[in-house]
């Protein structure tokens, strides 16, 4: 079976030998608080600002998913207010996960085929929050980095948060136009789910200090305070570290992993204006994401082409909430290869 499936999906071929790897080294049973674990942590944030062109002045956290993001987020740099910018499911859940932690959180959705317009959003608290999500997994989208960079600009002193979730590894991300950047590691790092990464801007830092939470396991001061010597509050999954400093080490510069998903972004859209019974799920270009694409079809011509492509040994993402029966997303993914979307496209062919 091959995986298109926009996560949990297809993780690099060569995850099953990184296991066999960890367990030979020991890496499974190493204390969090060892030499050994400290060294493997500072390695691989090493790794992660070096390929993914993280500035060298923002931190990266080790937490164990988006959602715990999404968390940590609403309860260590939020006093009361934050303005939540979506299209889709997930930055949905994202304002409902804060909304319940600061009540006074604001939803301001927008249009899946409507650009998202800066000078348009202009706040005038003092030290809000702005939450974004860079690539809409639920519905192929994405806000351009220009967009963000122009929003930091209009805000200065707000902090800007992105969910960069099914984008961070795929595409390359000017991390220094926003504060907060997560992810979790079973998008585009191809890996098995269980490990988010959390970047923050020397700002964020500020503010954590400023605002001085400290209730949860979580609390970034506290994160802030392990972090110092490259460790967590809690038990990490250090297997998962283990993969993805490896998974990092094998990983070309952002900047060519980046053109790659672009060519095969490309070749998707072209590929699906030239059929006639299925078509890109968003009309509008200029939003399209590059890293997930969803495709639409009348329900009947959907329903065949999921029982006949999972005989042919094609796992295809279904679509998100309202449009599962006449959707279905495929993962633009680096660890997929050129081979098996060519295998996808010429099954689709045939539709
Ligand atoms: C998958 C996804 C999440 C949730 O990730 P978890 O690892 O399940 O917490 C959040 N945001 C976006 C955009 C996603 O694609």
Redesign the pocket.
Known sequence: MISFY??PSRVHREIPAYVRDAYAQGIMSINHRSDAFVDMSKRTIGLLKAKLGIPKNYTVFFTS????CWEIIAQSLVTDKSYHLYNGS?GQ??FDYTKRIRPLAEPMPFHVNEPLDPTRLIFDLKDGLLCL?H???SNGTQVHNRIIKAIKRNNPSYLVAV?A??SMAGVQLDFKSADIWYA?V??CFGLP?GL?ILVCSPQTLERAQAIGERTHYNSLLFMMDMMEKWQTPFTPNVLSIYLLMRVMEAAPPIKEVHETTVDRYEQWRDFLKKRKTIQHFVEAEAVHSHTVVPVRAEPKVMDTIKKSARKAGLLLGEGYGDFKASSFRIANFPALTQKEVRTLMTFLQDY
């Open positions: 926009p996560g998913s988006a959602t715990e997930f859940k994202w999500t690539n809409e997994t969910d979730t099914s979790s079973q998008k789910a988010g």
